[in-house]
């Protein structure tokens, strides 16, 4: 998971605005016809009508896994636009019979944001393995549950919660509570600290270290930055060392294909580059191991 700064409310009220004029009066009225109910009702607006402007805003990319959404042009099959608070009843996570558990309170279930429903700030694109399977409607914190009505900085201040919101800079930089060692995901900050928790929820919620399509797509990241650094510091020629450059920064940006696990490995490869082709051999045997498992057993 990385920051997406440019995905500032300032920057997607005007977007929105482009793209679909008359959208956000209209949400402002749905949202007032929510709150005089007291509970969530379905547009018009339609959300699904503006995800496009979250879409450009995260190069494409899946807010919380980084995996790519398809297109804009793929419609509905890969993507959602995701309410980071639930608009609905909020239910209790992890769910008693499932691992993981915590020795701490993650918030258990509560009423739901209605009043956000409509709220731009509360928007992220996601692909389906995020959003559908994962995010439905929980929303683990570490407090107790905010007050109806109350503004996202307001919520975020009395609840503490435990997921990691990545658009714009109201919320911490993702990158500081997620690190990687080579394709594998881990809490970036001290235990027994709410960053840790953060972290450590984070990457369990959304399964980041249990899925094959993030290994695959991490390991293909992680292979082709190896092979641009190795013609960066090596080849003779200074057209293929410019080309190698130009893609270790292309990689290494926003739109980059796992960004977060490319630069910690970039970052590996600087300080200390034994280390980095340790885990790239590891990484190596390891999604080669787990392919030769799902292979087919043809007779
Ligand atoms: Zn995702």
């Given at each position: 998971m990385i920051r997406y700064p440019g995905a500032t409310l300032a920057n997607v009220n005007a977007l929105v605005d482009a793209e679909k004029p008359g959208w956000r009066a209209d949400a402002d009225a749905r949202t007032a016809a929510i709150v005089a109910a007291g509970e969530f009702s379905k547009g018009p607006p339609s959300w699904s009508d503006i995800k496009v402007v979250f879409m450009r805003l995260q190069s494409n990319k899946c807010a919380f896994c980084e995996f790519p959404l398809g297109g804009e042009f793929a419609g509905k099959a890969t993507q959602d636009v995701e309410h980071y608070r639930p608009?609905?009843?909020v239910k209790a996570w992890p769910k008693k019979s499932k691992t993981p558990k915590y020795a701490f309170?993650?918030?258990?279930?509560?009423?739901?944001?209605?009043?956000?429903?409509?709220?731009?700030?509360?928007y992220a694109a996601a692909c389906k393995a995020c959003n559908t399977a994962r995010k439905s409607n929980y929303f683990p914190i570490a407090n107790v549950r905010g007050a109806v009505g109350a503004t996202a900085a307001e919520l975020d201040a009395a609840e503490l919660p435990y997921l990691i919101f990545p658009l714009g800079d109201a919320d911490e930089d993702p990158e500081t509570l997620i690190a990687?060692?080579?394709?594998?995901?881990?809490?970036?900050?001290?235990?027994?600290?709410h960053a840790h928790r953060r972290g450590r929820i984070t990457i369990d919620f959304f399964g980041l270290n249990k899925?094959?399509?993030?290994?695959?797509?991490?390991?293909?990241?992680?292979?082709?930055?190896?092979?641009?650094?190795?013609?960066?510091?090596?080849?003779?020629?200074?057209?293929?060392?410019?080309?190698?450059?130009?893609?270790?920064?292309?990689?290494?940006?926003?739109s980059g294909p796992q960004a977060a696990c490319a630069r910690s490995f970039l970052r590996l490869l600087e300080q200390d580059p034994a280390r980095a082709w340790d885990y790239y051999v590891e990484a190596d045997a390891f999604v080669l191991k787990e392919r030769e498992k799902r292979a087919p057993k043809l007779p």
């Open positions: 608009k609905n009843a309170g993650t918030g258990g279930e509560g009423e739901g944001y209605h009043w956000l429903a409509y709220e731009l700030s509360n990687f060692e080579g394709l594998v995901a881990l809490p970036a900050r001290p235990a027994d600290s899925r094959e399509e993030l290994w695959e797509d991490r390991f293909r990241a992680i292979s082709a930055l190896f092979e641009a650094v190795d013609v960066a510091k090596t080849n003779p020629d200074p057209a293929r060392v410019e080309m190698a450059r130009r893609r270790i920064s292309d990689m290494t940006s926003t």
